[in-house]
């Protein structure tokens, strides 16, 4: 059943919905020492973080090529043994809040995170309601979110913590899902620098737009009526 508001949403989970980063970084920065490197800072980390490329990644942040898989190999070992980040403050509240306006039914995750992972962090906070509608990722985002999109004509609004995140939407508007629009975090707990999501919603008007904190989150359905 869709709304007033003619839209359904999806969110992403870490550094939206979840102050995931701190955690991130900790666990790449023992999986970088595991293999013999140099920690790399929070900074060094969001110029490079990129979920759609790890081998990339990690070869950018002083594994190198020829040691990436062994870095990442470590990581996934590693961010099994650690407990889950905690919500933003606002960001629970923010999701019930948009499950009122919108429906049970109009409200998603899409996301890469481990189902282990989102199974403990939604039982904690209060969220198993929407286990039946979320979304585990495997290679592609954009596969996902074209699949999401063409359930029906309604507007999806997808919100992200990353600039890759948007390509994403990019990609699947490409493919054919121009009802799909584009949310982009700018708050402290975002993935990517804020002027690089800046530049990125301000080069595609045509769909992307900022949101700057996920207690904002209201805002992103009220406009699109």
Not at 17 to 33: C, E, G, I, K, W
Not at 182 to 204: D, K, Q
Request: proline share 4%; net charge negative.
């Amino acid at each position: 059943m869709i709304n007033q508001y003619n839209t359904r949403l999806a969110l992403d989970i870490d550094g939206t919905t979840h102050d995931s980063l701190p955690f991130v970084l900790d666990v790449t920065n023992r999986a970088l020492q595991e293999n013999g490197f140099n920690h790399v800072s929070m900074e060094t980390y969001k110029l490079h973080f990129d979920p759609r490329d790890w081998t990339c990644m990690y070869a950018h942040l002083g594994a190198g090529y020829e040691h990436a898989d062994a870095v990442i190999a470590s990581f996934y070992k590693l961010y099994k043994q650690v407990g889950n980040p905690p919500p933003i403050p606002g960001a629970i509240n923010a999701v019930l809040e948009a499950k009122d306006a919108l429906g049970h039914e109009n409200v998603s995750f899409i996301t890469h995170e481990l189902r282990e992972k989102v199974l403990t962090r939604f039982e904690r906070d209060g969220l198993t309601r929407f286990l039946d509608t979320t979304v585990y990722v495997g290679n592609s985002k954009a596969n996902a979110l074209y699949q999401e999109a063409k359930k029906d004509s309604s507007r999806l609004i997808y919100v992200g913590y990353l600039t890759t995140d948007g390509i994403s939407c990019q990609e699947a508007r490409e493919m054919g899902a121009d009802n799909l629009f584009f949310y982009g975090l700018t708050h402290e707990y975002a993935g990517h620098p804020e002027n690089r999501m800046r530049l990125f919603i301000s080069a595609n008007p045509e769909f992307a737009r900022e949101l700057k904190h996920i207690t904002q989150l209201h805002t992103v359905w009220k406009n699109s009526k």
